[in-house]
């Protein structure tokens, strides 16, 4: 008996017709292990996850294998995606098991929830050998894996709390954000690829966290080396494999060191992400090359992630018609039989296909290391122009290739992220289908995620999921729908936001400040996860303290802004030892320097002059600063907007701190140079 099939998760989906007796997560599964008194296998991954479709081809799939795992293990298959609690628990035991991890997490465990074996993909002989050797000792030296397995938890839930107490220690607060800050910047510069942009060595994953401080911080001090470490990395990864140079969007990391071969999975996360990044880059150096990579990566999303219901899908798959990176990848031959042999010739050159290839099997990943120049071609037709000819001819012959899969569950931080970037990319690129997009994104959910304030992590085919919404997705939907309620000046977004911000305040928080990744009343796992750090995704915490400051500017809450300064304490030590790990909080760090400054622009919404200074302050305003938009005669419940109104009958502009306004100005060019001098 399956019991997946009825689950909303497309990867939990994949495995509904394994001839595995899987269980999801539940307690009935754990229950059922009691029973018969056998252990539990956890398998966990994610739908765009190669080396799960792998594993699952080995070892799921076959008859031997699964009968083998039906014997002697309760088999619990788990969606790291939607439920984080999990993978974050059983991850660290991996980590502090193994020394690293990765996807597949394979764990066996005590129907306790105790790790007993924690690894990642297993080949077909070694996985059925673990079974084997887990169940002979489960019968024949129970005592000893269950002092194995409690020794474990107790080192996992000791390690939780010391991290904690480390890294919130006395005189954590203590050090002023521009030291931290002027630190990391040296920390990084030590760390940082100067050839080929990114930090540290192969493989190299699109550091977008790190990105955003870098350009913050620039704008805010002026650095060149800030400056040039963001636009050396933003650089090469969009003349890189890892960018689709087609279609647009960014594989999930680069399997070297020089962005040229991805691990060709797309995440919803990384391009919501680069999209504000490469936006912001533009706005910070007038970079052509980084406007369009933002617009392409948005107009990505929208195509190849949107859902019926208007949410953004959570991932494409890595893997094609059986293959990893099929859909991509293009050998001389094949640029010929779509372009004709001069075009094919030409798109072989600019691309860099050749016939020894940069991936598997003499086929090439596409790359753009320099904009097509030089001599125009027989037609007289400029190289450039020439150049968009064959890119379009290129994507509409590989569009009748077989496509990746993907996993269409709507993931709520993701689509928080997706319409911040939305939402401002449309503004500052004049591009209002993004921002038309971005409400829809946001209404989404609105009717499906949100009830009574609280926030469900997942839903599908506007169903929910039926898991609670860990820390990040409260933080990045709530400042996803701070952005949203600046560019259309509807506030009911903000309105969600104080909703959501006090539910977070109430069910995360540690009691000293910090916050837990989970709420109070979740399941209770092996420990309770709390991980400040970023990963692929900003950490919960500093997500959440990125929300609060933003609120408390908007609102005048010093409430708010307290609650992120005691969140940011964390920050000096995540610095000191992983700085690469701390750039959301980073990014927060300068928004806390800067004020943060408001802007306040009242006038109709649909005003040119009122869109030109909304356009005018995302594109100047100094980091983290906060935009409210209001019509001049209602304030819509937004604080920021009270007492303030037309000017002479024509839309204005305040710039402010703390609520302290200068005079209000009602060009975009005034506004400019009243931002210039914050």
């Known amino acids: 008996m399956n019991r997946l099939r009825d689950a909303t998760s497309p990867y939990l989906l994949q495995h509904a017709g394994n001839p595995v007796d899987w269980w999801p997560w539940s307690d009935e599964a754990f229950a059922e292990a009691e029973r018969r008194d056998v252990l539990v296998l956890l398998s966990v991954g994610y739908a765009a996850c190669h080396w799960c479709h792998v594993m699952a081809h080995e070892s799921f799939e076959d008859p031997g294998t699964a009968a083998l795992l039906n014997e002697h293990m309760v088999a619990i298959k788990v969606d790291r995606e939607e439920r984080p609690d999990v993978d974050s628990v059983y991850m660290t035991a991996t980590q502090l098991m193994t020394g690293q991890g990765g996807w597949p997490m394979t764990v066996v465990m005590t129907p306790g929830k105790e790790p007993v074996f924690c690894g990642t993909y297993l080949p077909r002989a070694q996985f059925q050998q673990l079974i084997g050797s887990a169940a002979q000792a489960w019968r024949d030296q129970r005592d000893n894996v ?25 005189g954590a607060t203590q050090s002023p954000w521009t030291e931290v800050t002027a630190h990391a910047v040296t920390r990084l510069g030590s760390e940082f690829d100067a050839v080929d942009g990114g930090f540290g060595a192969a493989p190299k994953f699109p550091p977008s966290m790190l990105l955003e401080f870098l ?6 001090t002026g650095n060149p080396s800030a400056l040039a470490m963001a636009s050396g990395t933003l650089d090469r990864m969009a003349r890189g494999g890892i960018y689709d140079q087609l279609g647009g969007g960014f594989a999930r990391y680069s399997v070297d060191g020089s962005w040229v071969v991805p691990h060709f999975e797309k995440m919803l996360y990384d391009n919501a992400m680069l999209a504000r990044v490469y936006a912001h880059h533009w706005r910070a150096t007038g970079s052509e090359l980084s406007a369009r990579v933002a617009a392409e990566s948005c107009d990505w999303m929208l195509r190849e992630l949107r859902t019926a ?65 030089g001599p125009s071609d027989p037609s007289h037709q400029s190289d450039l122009e020439r150049f968009e000819r064959v890119r379009a001819a290129l994507f509409e012959a590989r569009s009748s290739r077989v496509g990746p899969g993907r996993d269409d569950k709507v993931v709520a931080a993701w689509n928080g992220l997706a319409i911040a970037a939305l939402a401002e990319c449309g503004v500052l690129l004049r591009r209002p289908d993004f921002v038309s997009a971005a409400v829809d994104v946001a209404s989404l959910l609105d009717s499906v995620h949100i009830l009574d304030g609280r926030l469900a992590r997942t839903s599908r085919n506007g169903v929910f999921g039926g898991t609670d919404g860990a820390l990040e997705d409260y933080a990045c939907v709530a400042d996803g729908f701070m952005v949203l309620s600046g560019v259309t000046g509807d506030g009911r977004w903000l309105r969600l ?4 911000l006090s539910t977070a305040l109430a069910a995360f928080a540690d009691g000293s400040g910090g916050f837990y990744d989970s709420p109070a009343d979740g399941e209770k796992l092996i420990f309770r996860p709390s991980d400040p750090m970023d990963n692929a995704t900003p950490s919960g915490t500093f997500a959440l ?117 200068q005079l209000p100005v009602t060009t975009g060019e005034e506004l400019r140079k009243e931002l210039a001098d914050q």
Not at 497 to 500: A, I, K, N, Q, Y
Not at 626 to 642: F, H, K, M
Request: with cysteine.
């Open 497 to 500: 936001v104080g909703e959501l």
């Open 215 to 220: 350009l913050r911080h620039h704008e805010a």
């Open 309 to 373: 219901e208007g949410g953004l899908a959570a991932s494409l798959d890595a893997d094609s018609d059986g293959e990893e990176g099929k859909f991509y990848v293009w050998r001389p031959s094949e640029l010929t039989a779509a372009l004709g042999p001069d075009d094919g010739a030409f798109a072989a050159s600019v691309f860099g296909v050749t016939a020894t290839g940069t991936f598997e099997h003499g086929a090439s990943v596409l790359q753009l290391r320099a904009d097509p120049s």
């Open 545 to 661: 303290a990125s929300a609060l400051v933003s609120y408390g500017a908007l609102t005048g809450s010093a409430s708010h802004r307290s609650a992120a300064e005691q969140a940011l304490a964390v920050l000096p030590a995540i610095v000191g030892r992983f700085p690469r790990a701390a750039g959301s909080g980073l990014a927060v760090a300068e928004a806390l320097i800067a004020g943060p400054t408001e802007v306040a622009v009242v006038g109709p919404a649909g005003d040119p002059r009122t869109i030109e200074l909304v356009r005018t302050a995302l594109h100047v305003a100094p980091p983290g600063a906060v935009l409210a938009l209001g019509s001049g005669t209602d304030p819509e419940g937004i604080p920021l907007l009270e007492g303030r109104g037309l000017v002479d009958g024509a839309p204005a502009a305040y710039v402010c701190q703390d609520f302290a306004c």
């Open 146 to 170: 269950l002092g194995h397995a409690r020794q474990v938890t107790a080192a996992l839930a000791g390690n939780a709390e010391a991290a904690a107490r480390a890294m919130r220690g006395p």
